[in-house]
């Protein structure tokens, strides 16, 4: 195992590892911008495992499950831009401000990351420089490029929570997440409160704040977009199946949103 906490500032990832961005649909027509921070859960080869066990690296501590496939087909349902982040938020969480503790953590839920502790700031600083920078880089950029040919805008990042969390079960299916924005979460919680059988969490399990989240505050608030965050449970999204179905049903009430906003 190496792990990266020497401090020196040399490249973290190497010409041959994947890049830290990936996105489709970059010309999409729709208004909605989706962003996905959690989307993939790899880790740059010089960090080794982090010294975690494998079976940790694949639960929800290191990634969003099954956000990866709803935001894909939501993208391609929606005609819409999709910027999504492929390296673990175990390596650099891509929705926390960067001076956070919880930026790189050293636990999560109840498992150490022994490969982030003492990490020296070099180090520190390779992975916002080439995980976060590049990744809020784009969606900064994508943004520009939009108000510049005057495209309604607006911003919906996407995740996925645990059923249960330090032992606390979680009722909702699916939940809205927004702070500044009065807008758009009212009618999204009023359209996805309308679908059969759904446990709709009105900013559950997690609400936005300026300390806690990064994205919506940034990219939404600060330039003024309408946004909000959504939330599905992992268990829902965890099979392809469930990835359609959910993208399917987001379509369709983003579709109604589109109506409703214009
Ligand atoms: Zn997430």
Redesign the pocket.
Same mark, same amino acid.
């Given at each position: 195992m190496t792990l990266d906490n020497a401090g020196d500032t040399s490249l973290l990832l190497g010409n041959a590892e994947v890049p830290p961005v990936l996105e489709q649909n970059e010309h999409g027509r729709s208004p909605f911008l989706l962003t996905a921070? /959690?989307y993939g859960r790899l880790i740059p080869r010089a960090l080794g495992d982090l010294g975690v066990p494998a079976g940790e690296l694949t639960r929800h501590i290191a990634w969003?499950i099954g956000?990866a496939g709803v935001a894909e087909a939501l993208s391609n349902r929606l005609d819409a831009h999709l910027i999504a982040q492929r390296y673990s938020?175990l390596v650099i969480d891509c929705?926390r401000p960067p001076a956070a503790p919880s930026s790189i953590p050293v636990l999560s839920e109840t498992t150490v990351i022994p490969g982030n502790e003492n990490l020296a700031r070099g180090a520190a600083e390779a992975r916002r420089r080439e995980i976060f920078d590049p990744y809020h880089r784009r969606i900064t950029e994508a943004i520009d490029a939009r108000l510049r040919q005057g495209m309604p805008t607006v911003l919906v990042a996407l /995740?996925?929570?645990t059923p249960v969390y330090a032992g606390i079960i979680r009722p909702w299916h699916i939940g809205t997440l927004y702070h500044r924005d009065t807008r758009l979460p009212p009618l999204l919680l009023k359209l996805l409160r309308d679908e059969a059988g759904l446990v709709v969490g009105d900013n559950e399990p997690y609400a936005v704040s300026d300390e806690t989240d990064y994205g919506i505050p940034v990219h939404g608030e600060a330039r003024g977009l309408m946004n909000t965050g959504i939330?599905i449970r992992q268990d829902l999204i965890a099979d392809p199946s469930g990835q359609t179905q959910w993208a399917d049903r987001l379509a369709r009430v983003f579709g109604q949103i589109e109506t409703m906003i214009r």
């Amino acid at each position: 195992m190496t792990l990266d906490n020497a401090g020196d500032t040399s490249l973290l990832l190497g010409n041959a590892e994947v890049p830290p961005v990936l996105e489709q649909n970059e010309h999409g027509r729709s208004p909605f911008l989706l962003t996905a921070d /959690h989307y993939g859960r790899l880790i740059p080869r010089a960090l080794g495992d982090l010294g975690v066990p494998a079976g940790e690296l694949t639960r929800h501590i290191a990634w969003d499950i099954g956000i990866a496939g709803v935001a894909e087909a939501l993208s391609n349902r929606l005609d819409a831009h999709l910027i999504a982040q492929r390296y673990s938020r175990l390596v650099i969480d891509c929705n926390r401000p960067p001076a956070a503790p919880s930026s790189i953590p050293v636990l999560s839920e109840t498992t150490v990351i022994p490969g982030n502790e003492n990490l020296a700031r070099g180090a520190a600083e390779a992975r916002r420089r080439e995980i976060f920078d590049p990744y809020h880089r784009r969606i900064t950029e994508a943004i520009d490029a939009r108000l510049r040919q005057g495209m309604p805008t607006v911003l919906v990042a996407l /995740h996925s929570f645990t059923p249960v969390y330090a032992g606390i079960i979680r009722p909702w299916h699916i939940g809205t997440l927004y702070h500044r924005d009065t807008r758009l979460p009212p009618l999204l919680l009023k359209l996805l409160r309308d679908e059969a059988g759904l446990v709709v969490g009105d900013n559950e399990p997690y609400a936005v704040s300026d300390e806690t989240d990064y994205g919506i505050p940034v990219h939404g608030e600060a330039r003024g977009l309408m946004n909000t965050g959504i939330e599905i449970r992992q268990d829902l999204i965890a099979d392809p199946s469930g990835q359609t179905q959910w993208a399917d049903r987001l379509a369709r009430v983003f579709g109604q949103i589109e109506t409703m906003i214009r």
